[in-house]
Nanobody, 123 residues
Framework: VQLQASGGGLVQAGDSLRLSCAAS????????MGWFRQAPGKEREFVAA????????SYADSVKGRFTISRDNTKNTMYLQMNSLKPEDTAVYHC?????????????????WGQGTQVTVSS
């Protein structure tokens, strides 16, 4: 699976951004998809995951209620709608895919990764 994340940028606190992750290769709908982020000097952390059909989602506590993960299997694309952004959301955001059915939160459980898109939130 090849993954390409896009949509990052520089915004102010309170603004919104929508990230996209375009997939090619292995059938998109066969994969659980996830978003992770990594801030400078910090470990990569889980943000959100979505089931193969899109019917189930999982979020990190730090983004719950502000971020929404979704997918469009007809377009082979996953999204992350980010509202009420905070400076602590600043990071490189990576999309990832795994071949199982469970929604997992650890990066080692994902098989394929995109290159990442930078999100910077100024105060």
């Amino acid at each position: 699976v090849q993954l390409q994340a896009s949509g990052g940028g520089l915004v102010q606190a309170g603004d919104s951004l929508r990230l996209s992750c375009a997939a090619s290769g292995r059938t998109f709908s066969s994969n659980v998809m996830g978003w992770f982020r990594q801030a400078p000097g910090k470990e990569r952390e889980f943000v959100a995951a979505i089931s193969r059909s899109g019917g189930s989602t999982s979020y990190a506590d730090s983004v719950k209620g502000r971020f929404t993960i979704s997918r469009d299997n007809t377009k082979n694309t996953m999204y992350l709608q980010m509202n009420s952004l905070k400076p602590e959301d600043t990071a490189v955001y990576h999309c990832a895919a795994r071949g199982g059915v469970e929604l997992r939160r650890f990066s080692y459980e994902y098989n394929w990764w995109g290159q990442g898109t930078q999100v910077t939130v100024s105060s």
